[in-house]
Every structure is written in C-alpha cells, then in structure tokens.
C-alpha cells in the first residue's frame, strides 16, 4: 500500500514511528543520566582510594572522569534535541491527523489579520474560530502568517496562479519534507518582535572598535603577552614578573572590553532565532526543486556571495564564542593574550556589513515558502481535491460536485453548478435551513482558494480570474450608530459603484435587504438584479422571495431559477441539500415555528 497517497494512513504510520523512536530516546536520557552520575562518583571513589600514597593515579582518575562527564553531557544535549525534535514532529502529526477528522479549533484563527471592512472576509469566515486560515494555515512565522492572510484576502493575478500551483503540486509529494521544515520553524518561531530586533542591530551605527587601527591592533596584539612568555621561559624574567605583567594586561583589556556587555547583551537575545533561520533556510538549500516558482525563492536565499545557511551558522558560531565572556574564569585570559572579546566585535561588524543588505531577502524566502508549505499540505491532505483550471474567456465557472471544505466530508454534501457568460444571474429560491447560505459559501471560499493557486472542494473547477464580493453576514454597528439595514445599505452601495464600473466581479448575495418590510425589500431586490443584469454583472443571489423567480420570464438569457426544498412528512422535515432547477415550492417556517412553541394557527 502506497500510503503516500492516503495521508490518513501515512500520518498515523509516522506517529507510530516518531513514538517509538522518542519511548527510546526517553530511555537512552534516563541511561545517560545514570552515566553522567557515575563519571562523577566512580573518580571521586577512585582518587579517595589512592590519596595519599598514589597521587598520580588520583589526578588521573578525576581527570578521566571529568573528560568521560563532558563526552557523555555532550551525547545527553544531543540526545534532548533530538526528543524536543520528535516531540514537535508527534504535535505535528497529531494536528494533521486532528484537521483530518474537523478538529481543528485549536489552532490560531489568525484573528489579528482580520480587517474591520473587507469584500467578503467576514460572509466567508476567512479569520477566527472555524475559519479556513485557522484550517489551512501552517505558517509558523509571522512574516509567512501575514502573506498567508493576504492571499486569502486579495486574489494573485492571473499569471502567477499556474506558477503557484505547479510549485504546490511538486511541494504536495514531499510531506516529509515539508514536516521537516515546519518541525524547524517551530523550534523558534519568527515573531515581527523577533525579525524587528535583528533588523535595528543589522542597522544600528558601529561605534566600537569599527576603525582600521583596530585590525592591526588586533593583528599585533598577541605578540606582547606571547613574548613576554618566551622571555619567561628564557630566564630573562621571572615568574612573578610575568604575573605582574599578564595582570595588567588583564586590567588593560578589561577596560577596554567594558562597553561590550551591552552589545553581548542585545544580540544574545536573539541566538534562538538564529539558530532555527539557520536549519530552515539549510533545509530549503539543500532541496532540489523544478517549480521555477521554488526556484525564484531560492535564489532569494542564494543572491549573496556566501549562502544564507552558511552565514548563519557563522553568525551562529561567532556567538558561541562571543558567550565565552559569560565564563568569568577563562575570559580574563582569553581577552589578555587575544582581546577576545574585541576580535567577536569586530568579526560581528563585519558580518553585519556583508549580509545586513539581503537578511530582508531570507526573511521573505521563509514566509513563501511557508504559504507554499500551507498549500501543499491542503494538497496532500486531500487527493480527491482538484486543482482549478483558469478559463480564458469572460465569464466562466462550472464546478462538478462542489462542496464546503470546512465540511467534514462524510457530512458534506455536494452540489454541480455552471454559469457562462456576463450578465448572469443565478437565483436561489428555498426553504429555511435548505442549504442556501452554505451553497452560496462553498462557491465563495473555493472561488477564494482557486484565485490563490489552492486546490478546491471539488472534482473539477473551472474559473475565470475574478475578485469575489459578497453580501450575506450584516451586522448592527453600535461604535458608528448604524443599524442593520443601513449597514447593509453601505455594503450593497460598495458593490453598485464596482458593478457600475463594470469591475470583474462575482457577486455572491444572501437575503437582499432583510431589515425592511417585505414590500420594499422585493421592490429594491428586483430593481438591484435588473441593474446587474444591464450593467452585465454576473451574481447569483439566494433568496425567500419565490416571487423574485418571475424575472426569470423578463430575462429569459440572464435569469436562472434554482432551488433547495425540503420534503415535509408531518411535523417533520427532510433535506438532501441538493441543488435543483427551478423554483422552490416548499416552505417550512410554520414547521420550524410551532416546533419552538409559537402558535401560528391561533
């Protein structure tokens, strides 16, 4: 079984895996723990057993077991990445096989990238809790989070749409891969705090040691305390003398060095971070791709005379060093005989020289590569999905077996639709609770995810490039002393001025003018889809008024009738949510009336 191609099936068979490798790394912590103890009780034992008769042997076991400590803590710290590795890799499956099954709540809703007024974000749930950015979304950086949400909100042109889903398509058949790399960026996610901090040390002024006397100091320096050394060594001085010396060598740099706390300070803030850029931008180095999209965003990461990833582990290992002054027994002399401190300094500045020009770039690099990661996991995640056609003519959308993708898909039922041409108006009759609203839901987010390079609900989806608007979710604003009717009087005024314009538009419109009298909200329904219809507008329009189907015999070419019904036996109603041709001829709000206790036939 190729159970690639059964994402189910795969994620579970690698939390199976990822589980048992870290049940045996826990064990392997707990066997080196008891090593660790042992390197330093069994010396101790040793050299308490030899002293005082055996000095040699004494100094010889404390030294072996002070080695034999430090290779296995080393071997320990390496063996903790790789379980906070395999810890972030079973998280990571367990949210997938969790988005797999519609639990998915959980997750960050992007909530901080919703706008206050938008075409059609809030109508579609593009943002907060149950929201498709909460479902797709695997972004870690802030950067990518940000693009992921602008793609949502703002279609590609219609160019970039092929580039997209080519990279989507080759990225969907690398989930271990693409894991791998979330796995990174999760170890120290870039926030815009992060990313911010990096960007005022990249250009803040050098004003310590940045002269070009210092590199001939630093070049000349070693020579004093090494000299005084060999003349030690030749009897020309003594041992005191030359204590003395090294001591006010120390006092010298000390000096010197005092100033650098606060640049140590700042910028070992900020070594996390450099670390996980460091493994995600080696990881996408490293990959070979045949999407020139990827490609394009590699060589975002390639421009520099060095490679990003081979930059940063210099700045990664400059650090290291630099954290060398945190050891108070060692510094003093490594700053005697070397200015250690001064040569991190410098060596830092003129990493910020070489690379504070294209750190923007690698920055940009992850996040697009993390929308394309989001992407492609919907891909894999769902096979049956198809990936869009782009029509070139004006207008154009057919969709086979469309369906709601924020529905699980054993509940999900899915309907086929075709509008071609302009001046088209799709216009839904039906009952309450039939599946109007959700219809009118499924072609807007699929419309959204086609226009981003994404894979929809679908088995095929045929579009032409289009800015969605909508109208379905109006709500009262108390801050600006609006009611519900007039804020949906602002909204459909928006979409008129784009209609009169004659804008590429898909119009989607659930209940027109709902807060006014039955009346009125007929007169100006039936007088805004006449206005589509002249100004060629293409919308379809989900309606109670059955007497709006009427236009159908006025504009024959231009108005289709569609409806969901509902099949009453008794007091109780049935739906198959299936869209039909049509006027509805079913309704059921006395049903659903008396079901809550109102007496309707008093």
Not at 58 to 69: D, E, H
Not at 238 to 258: K, P
Not at 334 to 357: C, G, H, S, Y
Not at 544 to 569: G, K, M, P, W
Request: glycine share 4%; with cysteine; charged share 15%.
């Amino acid at each position: 079984m190729n159970t690639i191609d059964q994402p189910a099936a795969w994620y579970q068979q690698q939390l199976q895996e990822a589980e048992t490798l870290l049940n045996k790394h826990l064990q392997i912590r707990k066997r080196l723990g008891w090593i660790r103890l042992a390197c330093l009780l069994v010396p101790a034992l040793l050299a308490y057993l030899f002293l005082p008769h055996q000095t040699t042997a004494a100094v010889i076991s404390i030294l072996a077991g002070i080695v034999s400590f430090l290779a296995v803590l080393s071997r320990d710290l390496n063996n903790d990445t790789t379980i906070s590795y395999l810890q972030r890799r079973i998280h990571i499956l367990n949210t997938e096989i969790g988005c797999l099954n519609n639990q998915f709540n959980q997750l960050d809703g992007g909530k901080q990238w919703e706008p206050a007024v938008h075409p059609y974000a809030n109508d579609m749930d593009i943002f907060g809790s149950w929201s498709l950015f909460q479902y797709i979304n695997r972004c870690e950086s802030e950067q990518g989070k940000q693009l992921m949400a602008q793609h949502l909100l703002q279609p590609l042109p219609a160019q970039r749409i092929p580039e997209y889903q080519q990279a989507i398509q080759e990225l969907s058949k690398t989930p271990e891969w693409r894991q791998q790399l979330q796995n990174y960026a999760q170890s120290a996610a870039i926030t815009q705090h992060t990313e911010q901090r990096v960007k005022q040390w990249l250009e803040a002024p050098e004003t310590l040691f940045n002269k070009a006397f210092w590199k001939i100091v630093l070049l000349a320096y070693p020579i004093i305390p090494l000299s005084l050394v060999g003349i030690c060594i030749a009897g020309i001085i003594n041992i005191n003398e030359l204590v003395t010396y090294l001591f006010l060598l120390i006092i010298l740099t000390s000096l010197l060095t005092r100033r650098i706390s606060i640049v140590h300070a700042y910028v070992s803030r900020i070594m996390p971070e450099i670390s996980a850029l460091q493994l995600q931008l080696q990881h996408i180095e490293q990959q070979q791709w045949q999407a020139p999209a990827l490609q394009q965003t590699q060589q975002l990461i390639q421009s520099s005379k060095h490679k990003a990833a081979a930059e940063l582990l210099l700045l990664k290992n400059l650090l290291n060093r630099f954290d060398f002054r945190l050891n108070v027994m060692v510094i003093p002399f490594l700053n005697a005989f070397l200015m250690w401190d001064i040569r991190q300094v410098v060596a830092l500045q003129q990493w910020k020289q070489r690379n504070k020009e294209v750190v923007a770039n690698w920055y940009q690099a992850i996040a697009q590569i993390e929308v394309y990661n989001t992407i492609a996991t919907l891909h894999f995640n769902h096979p049956k999905w198809s990936m869009p056609q782009l029509a070139t003519e004006y207008f154009t959308l057919t969709a086979e077996q469309l369906g709601h993708p924020l529905i699980a898909a054993d509940k999900r039922v899915n309907n086929s639709v075709s509008i071609n041409g302009t001046g088209q108006i799709m216009l839904i009759t039906g009952s309450n609770m039939a599946g109007k609203s959700t219809f009118l839901r499924s072609l807007g987010v699929n419309t959204i995810l086609a226009m981003m390079g994404a894979p929809v609900c679908a088995k095929s989806f045929t579009l032409s490039p289009i800015h969605l608007v909508t109208s379905m979710r109006i709500a009262d604003n108390l801050a600006e002393n609006t009611s519900t009717f007039y804020a949906e009087l602002k909204k459909l005024k928006q979409i008129i001025e784009q209609v009169n314009n004659h804008e590429q538009i898909f119009v989607l419109l659930d209940e027109i003018l709902r807060g006014t009298n039955s009346l009125d909200r007929h007169t100006g329904s039936k007088a805004l889809i006449q206005q589509m219809i002249q100004e060629k507008a293409i919308a379809v329009v989900a309606t109670h008024d059955v007497e709006l189907a009427a236009l159908q015999q006025q504009h024959q070419q231009a108005v289709h009738n569609y409806h969901f019904d509902v099949q009453v036996e008794g007091e109780e109603l049935y739906f198959d949510y299936k869209l039909k041709r049509g006027v509805c001829q079913s309704m059921n709000a006395s049903i659903l009336m008396k079901k809550i206790g109102i007496n309707v036939n008093a």
